[in-house]
């Protein structure tokens, strides 16, 4: 049985963030981010731990066709997201959360 994904306030303000940037640039795009989004997330709850470790707790899943990444610390109880991350902007600027 996988963990539900549940998000930080402030990651899924970077989520809505980016999804706005993606659909301001070409119609369809930001849909297309929420799609590989989703795919990421499925990858991570039905295998928290094959990602990327980042630090001691957290994790990160890249996402295939976007310069982006899902930080996350698996708890007990859920995956929480930290930060819907820019891949090529402030590499650390999540660690405060995590």
Known sequence: MSLPAIFLPVAEAEYRDAVDYYNGEVVGLGEDFCEEVIAALRRITDFPEAWQKL????????????????????????????????????????????
Request: hydrophobic residues 35%; proline residues 7%.
């Open 55 to 98: 630090s001691v707790r957290t994790r990160r899943c890249r996402l295939n066709r976007f310069p982006y990444g899902l930080v996350y610390r698996i708890q007990t109880d859920c995956i929480l997201v930290l930060a819907v991350m820019h891949l090529r902007r402030e590499p650390n600027y999540w660690e405060p959360r995590g």
